[in-house]
C-alpha cells in the first residue's frame, strides 16, 4: 500500500485573496474554511478525490527565499498561449529566473508571488 496526496498546504499573507486566484485558475470552489484558513478543491468531489486540495493557510512569516517546492498547471482547453493570457488576466505575473526563452514552459508567480509554472502540452480535464 502507499500514500496519496490529498491536500497541498500553502502559507500566505491573504487566504481569500489567494484562494480566489487559484480556484480561476484550476476551476476549484471553496470547500470550507477553518478560522482564517480555506481550503479549495474540485467541484463535486473535494477533499480525498483523484485530485488534490489546496489549504490556503495565514501566515505573517515573511517568505525567505525561493520555495522547495512549486506547483506545474498545465491547459485542458486550450493552447499555451491562450491559457498564458488567461492566467495573467487572472492576476498572475511572469517571473525571471534566468531562463534562456528557449523553454517549452512559463514561468509564473501568484498574486503573492509564488511560483508556478505552465507546461506546454494540454492535458484531459480531470473527471469529477
Known amino acids: 500500500m502507499a500514500c496519496r ?8 499573507a491573504d487566504p481569500q485573496r489567494l484562494a480566489d486566484f487559484w480556484c480561476e485558475v484550476l476551476g476549484y470552489v471553496e470547500l470550507g474554511r477553518e478560522g482564517e484558513d480555506v481550503e479549495i478543491g474540485p ?10 486540495t489546496l489549504v490556503l493557510s495565514r501566515s505573517t512569516e515573511p517568505k525567505r527565499g525561493k520555495l522547495p517546492l512549486h506547483i506545474d498547471v498545465n491547459p485542458t482547453d486550450r493552447d ?22 528557449d523553454e517549452s514552459w512559463h514561468v509564473l508567480v501568484d498574486p503573492e508571488g509564488n511560483e508556478f509554472c505552465l507546461l506546454r502540452r494540454r492535458v484531459e480535464a480531470a473527471a469529477s
Not at 5 to 12: A, F, G, P
Not at 43 to 52: D, I, K, L, M
Not at 80 to 101: P, S
Open 5 to 12: 496526496i490529498t491536500e497541498l498546504v500553502l502559507d500566505c
Open 43 to 52: 467541484p463535486g468531489v473535494g477533499f480525498g478525490g483523484p485530485q488534490p
Open 80 to 101: 499555451q498561449d491562450a491559457e498564458l493570457e488567461r492566467l495573467l488576466a487572472a492576476g498572475a505575473r511572469r517571473a525571471d529566473i534566468g531562463q534562456t526563452g
